[in-house]
């Protein structure tokens, strides 16, 4: 037995529907890594916890943040830095619909890392990336924006673990910040599309939980450490049977 | 500004938090402080969401900075209250693997007095 429900509870449009398995209508010029895959969060992770907080002020900028929010939804693709891609569903940014992502694992590099996010939660003010297992990170991303003192501000926010050890590795040896500077990117990018001339973001990093958690070690299993080198390997026996059927 | 209040309510050695209102992103202070209102002893927090109208993504993310902390100190951290939909939230979101979900406080207190 549940507590009674006496009405519709006012978010009850904006979270995703209940999934075991992920699927999506996006469609990616690489790999799907996404499709049959559980979603992972922060709780699912290995690495540290960390909260990253990245702020820019839209100053002079005549847009409430709901307008804000609907602009950076529309647009989700065009703010990513050069050389990431972020493949919408048909549906757009909608609770429970899945998108496909390329990134490179280093900025410029030629390789591609294929992976995917779930829209875990989408409201009028903010909306939530939840990552699928094979992910490098476990976590949530809320994208959000609100009036600090008089001034609209855009904040992308997440909460994350390195999904397994050699994430985890790669993050001590410089990752971690190469994603800071991605999300920092990605703000200053819209907030150049809205007219700011120089954007300034501002980060705050938490690490919340220092603990690195070995019980999901066996996420390795879907690591995507493991899953590149492999797919790099067999990409030409793809591109012939493309050949092939073509 | 938030619309949250969260009374604290120590039964033995489990702490109940009462939620009443919202939970978002901006319900840290009232939840950090209701949390640090448990006493030393506490080896148990339950988490009363009868009374809880809303929960957004930040409100979630919450919990788990909550998880954490009841973690470090070695407390478990339990749920009651859940209609249906906030039930579906915390399996949505994998957290029912580290919050045990209860039908009622009793129920719930009983398994805080078995850890």
């Known amino acids: ?246 | 500004m938030t619309d949250t209040t969260i009374d604290t309510v120590q039964s033995g050695t489990a702490a109940i938090l009462r939620i009443h209102g919202e939970i978002t992103g901006g319900s840290d202070p009232e939840l950090m402080a209701a949390y640090a209102k448990a006493s030393a002893a506490t080896r148990s927090v339950v988490l009363d969401f009868a009374d809880m109208e809303y929960m957004n993504s930040g409100g979630i993310g919450l919990l788990v900075t909550l998880l954490v902390r009841t973690q470090r100190a070695g407390q478990k951290l339990l749920a009651v209250g859940l209609t249906e939909h906030y039930r579906q939230i915390l399996g949505l979101t994998r957290l029912d693997e580290v919050i045990s979900i209860h039908d009622d406080e009793a129920s719930a207190l009983a398994a805080a007095a078995t850890t």
Request: hydrophobic share 40%.
């Open chain 1, 1 to 246: 037995m549940t507590a009674s429900e006496p009405r519709t509870p006012r978010d009850q449009e904006s979270w995703a529907q209940p999934v075991d398995r992920l699927t999506t209508t996006a469609k990616s010029t690489g790999v799907d890594t996404v499709t049959g895959k559980r979603v992972a969060g922060p709780v699912q992770g290995f690495g540290q916890m960390w909260q990253k907080t990245f702020k820019v002020r839209l100053d002079d900028v005549a847009m409430d943040p709901e307008a804000v929010v609907a602009h950076w939804k529309a647009g989700f693709p065009t703010f990513w830095p050069k050389g990431a891609a972020f493949y919408a569903p048909l549906a757009g940014i909608t609770p429970g619909e899945v998108a496909l992502l390329e990134v490179a694992p280093i900025p410029g590099s030629p390789v591609k890392m294929s992976t995917g996010v779930m829209v875990l939660y989408a409201d009028r003010e903010s909306f939530t990336f939840m990552t699928p297992e094979g992910h490098a990170l476990s976590a949530w991303i809320t994208f959000s924006s609100f009036k600090e003192g008089g001034v609209t501000v855009a904040q992308a926010q997440a909460l994350e673990r390195t999904s397994d050890p050699f994430i985890e590795l790669t993050y001590i040896l410089g990752a971690n910040k190469m994603n800071d500077r991605f999300w920092e990117q990605t703000l200053e990018n819209l907030a150049r599309s809205l007219g700011v001339a120089a954007p300034s973001v501002t980060s705050v990093k938490v690490c919340v939980d220092k603990r690195r958690q070995w019980r999901y070690v066996r996420n390795l299993r879907h690591s995507p450490a493991v899953s590149m080198p492999l797919s790099m390997l067999t990409a030409p026996l793809r591109w012939l049977r493309r050949r092939r059927s073509a």
